[in-house]
């Protein structure tokens, strides 16, 4: 059953993540430009900005992101298939970009400490799992499934510029790697959206045992009045 006032807390949770995603996207487009104009965002991680501007807009956009995420996660399962590994690969995103945004990385330099270390491998954990858990996800609601389609699209979109941006960090010397970063923080904050839209769909209430089919509210037997019947 559930209990008086979830359910309008719950239709709260959606607007909670698109905010948080407002603001992510605002302190990543234009913290740069109040950091220092003459350095280039094309060629520089949205956490090199937010080393040089400790507790700014940045972290705290990732933070607050990395909560909404996980409030999300803890409502998901009313409409989506989340249970089991998705919701694991959920968790690490939103843990993940919590740690990113606490711990910080060094500013502008290849001589990292054992705080950029846990800053580096907690944001490719968190940019890896979440465009994992939506191909999860996809394959869960079936491939006629409208939801599928357009989360499969994401996820595979993000994964490809989680791919592009280990290229350039490992083999391209960083070329244009802010570029590649942004476009895949673009695909996975937009793919954030979408499930928070599809985790609006109501569910029916309550479980149904195996083997048996919930009868409609409309069709159940009248029982209020009659205890005592006989």
Do not use: K
Request: with cysteine.
């Amino acid at each position: 059953m559930t209990r008086p006032g979830s359910r309008n807390w719950s239709h709260l949770v959606a607007p909670m993540v698109w905010a948080a995603i407002a603001l992510a996207v605002n302190a990543a487009l234009w913290a740069p430009m109040d950091t220092d104009p003459e350095l280039s965002p094309l060629s520089l991680t949205i956490s090199d900005f937010a080393a040089l501007d400790r507790g700014g807009p940045i972290e705290t956009g990732m933070a607050l992101l990395g909560v909404a995420s996980l409030l999300l996660l803890a409502w998901a399962a009313r409409a989506l298939p989340v249970r089991g590994l998705p919701s694991v690969l959920l968790a690490v995103w939103g843990l993940g970009l919590v740690v990113a945004a606490v711990v910080p990385t060094d500013a502008l330099t290849t001589h990292l400490s054992g705080s950029a270390y846990v800053h580096r491998y907690a944001s490719v954990a968190a940019f890896v799992a979440l465009p994992a858990a939506a191909l999860l996800l996809a394959r869960r609601l079936g491939p006629g499934e409208r939801r599928a389609r357009s989360v499969r699209v994401l996820g595979w979109a993000a994964l490809t510029g989680a791919a592009v941006m280990a290229c350039s960090a490992n083999l391209g010397d960083r070329e244009l790697i802010g570029l590649a970063e942004r476009v895949l923080l673009g695909c996975e904050v937009t793919l954030l959206g979408v499930l928070a839209l599809y985790a609006r769909a109501p569910r029916a209430a309550g479980p149904v045992l195996p083997g048996r089919r919930e009868m409609p509210e409309q069709e159940r037997p009248a029982t209020r009045g009659r205890a005592g019947v006989r």
